[in-house]
């Protein structure tokens, strides 16, 4: 039997931190909540240079972004908050089964509830 792994996209969602030059050739960053199941298109599209953040919502949802080399201090820490993460993991490798795995286990009850 097959999970079908777009049903977590309900649920739980990839936060990443891009980093990108404009137009004008200053710098800027954005954090972003992509979608498990369009996690593998996502970062093809990043390599390959094909990433449309005009057109992010078939990945999931730009939540912030600015000018600049790296965000705010306390961008960082409101994005981890919002999405109850821990701030140092937003600029870890994420392994996907097992973070899905994590957030979608429902907690066990207590034996004495």
């Given at each position: 039997?097959?999970?079908?792994?777009?049903?977590?996209?309900?649920?739980?969602?990839?936060?990443?931190?891009?980093?990108?030059?404009?137009?004008?050739?200053?710098?800027?960053?954005?954090?972003?909540?992509?979608?498990?199941?369009?996690?593998?298109?996502?970062?093809?599209?990043?390599?390959e240079g094909k990433l449309d953040l005009y057109h992010?919502?078939?990945?999931?949802?730009?939540?912030?972004?600015?000018?600049?080399?790296?965000?705010?201090?306390?961008?960082?820490?409101?994005?981890?908050?919002?999405?109850?993460?821990?701030?140092?993991?937003?600029?870890?490798?994420v392994d996907i089964e097992a973070e899905v795995e994590?957030?979608?286990?429902?907690?066990?009850k207590n034996k004495e509830e």
């Amino acid at each position: 039997m097959t999970e079908d792994k777009s049903k977590n996209d309900d649920h739980t969602r990839i936060i990443v931190l891009v980093y990108g030059m404009l137009e004008s050739g200053k710098p800027f960053w954005l954090f972003a909540a992509v979608r498990p199941s369009k996690y593998q298109l996502f970062l093809t599209a990043q390599k390959e240079g094909k990433l449309d953040l005009y057109h992010f919502e078939p990945y999931g949802e730009i939540i912030v972004s600015g000018e600049g080399r790296v965000p705010p201090d306390e961008v960082t820490l409101k994005v981890a908050e919002m999405y109850q993460t821990d701030p140092a993991t937003l600029f870890q490798p994420v392994d996907i089964e097992a973070e899905v795995e994590k957030k979608t286990k429902k907690p066990r009850k207590n034996k004495e509830e």
